[in-house]
């Protein structure tokens, strides 16, 4: 019969100690890079394979951490959630943690789930996307002492629990000053309907950028649902006035591309601009505002490693998009 692998094992074959090796398995943060290499290859040559039972029992956690998947909306902005859950996979799983994925079609059904999964795996955290002014999962979550961090600030107070976001006010800003800076003072804004904390973020960028430089929004901001018909049908209607845009800016990809449409048989160029970058949007050659996901997820890992071993670290954390040019600006 073969010999039993163990950590002992693994720790002689990478000549480090037993407690080295436990803490590539548990906490392989605190463990440099060239020694965690080291010990991931031993356990891969010897085929060491932990003893997962043994390992909750010991410290006490189960090594998993949930995050839901988004609804599927148009196919274009859904890509974006996608990064970001393959980015925290990738992160979690360097860190010694899986991720378990849930469905959910609106918070009420979530919050259920919540209750759910912690009593059937006995997760030691979440990760939430999609934050809200009012949001109840947060607050359901707290009451219950359930460690979380949220992708997405929490729009009512931007203390409490820690989160990861991305700056969409600087994004949307760094848009419109490169419009401006090619010469362009009839700027419109294609966004979603005021109270949407993302969309009030983005459009805020814009709004600023313009006031500052001295030009009057008055009649360029337009609000409407997600999607390539809503945008083509908003810049459809503006191109339509007597003084009409020569510049667009939209809160997202999907609008952006409808705007195309419509800028496509205007009388004169239009220069449109979406947000989030998504491979639609390179693939058509669309100029738009690209999110650090793989960054975003990184430090919600990090911050959700630092809560569970009681090592704090900066609980907020706002990471600066940027713009990517392309052919439509």
């Not at 997760?123 to 109840?136: E, I, Q, R, S, Y």
């Not at 989030?276 to 100029?287: E, R």
Request: aromatic residues 4%.
């Amino acid at each position: 019969m073969a010999e039993k692998v163990t950590i002992a094992t693994v720790a002689r074959h990478a000549q480090v100690s037993r407690q080295t090796v436990s803490n590539v398995l548990n906490a392989p943060h605190i463990v440099r890079e060239e020694t965690r290499q080291r010990v991931q290859e031993a356990i891969t040559a010897l085929g060491y394979r932990a003893n997962q039972a043994a390992r909750q029992m010991r410290t006490g956690r189960s090594r998993l951490i949930a995050v839901r998947i988004e609804p599927t909306r148009d196919g274009i902005n859904g890509s974006v959630l996608d990064r970001f859950l393959h980015g925290l996979t990738e992160t979690a799983d360097a860190a010694g943690y899986r991720v378990l994925l849930y469905t959910a079609r609106d918070d009420d059904q979530e919050i259920t789930t919540y209750d759910d999964l912690l009593g059937a795996y006995d997760l030691d955290a979440f990760v939430l996307t999609g934050t809200k002014h009012g949001d109840p999962r947060t607050a359901w979550l707290a009451e219950r002492e359930v460690p979380f961090v949220t992708f997405g600030r929490p729009w009512d107070a931007l203390d409490g629990h820690p989160w990861v976001d991305v700056d969409g006010a600087a994004g949307t800003a760094q848009v419109t000053r490169h419009l401006l800076d090619a010469g362009h003072r009839r700027i419109a804004f294609l966004g979603w309907p005021t109270g949407s904390g993302v969309g009030d973020d983005r459009c805020a960028g814009w709004r600023t950028t313009m006031t500052a430089a001295g030009l009057d929004v008055a009649g360029l901001r337009r609000e409407t649902e997600d999607g390539i018909a809503e945008g083509e049908r908003e810049l459809r209607d503006l191109l339509a006035r007597d003084a009409p845009p020569t510049a667009v800016v939209c809160a997202s990809d999907s609008l952006a591309l409808g705007a195309l449409q419509a800028a496509r048989g205007a009388a004169a160029p239009v220069a449109v601009v979406g947000f989030d970058d998504t491979p639609v949007a390179a693939a058509v050659g669309l100029s738009s505002v690209s999110q650090p996901l793989s960054a975003a997820a990184a430090r919600c890992v990090d911050l959700l490693t630092g809560l569970l071993d009681g090592q704090p670290t900066d609980p907020h954390v706002l990471l600066t998009p940027a713009l990517v040019l392309r052919h439509t600006a």
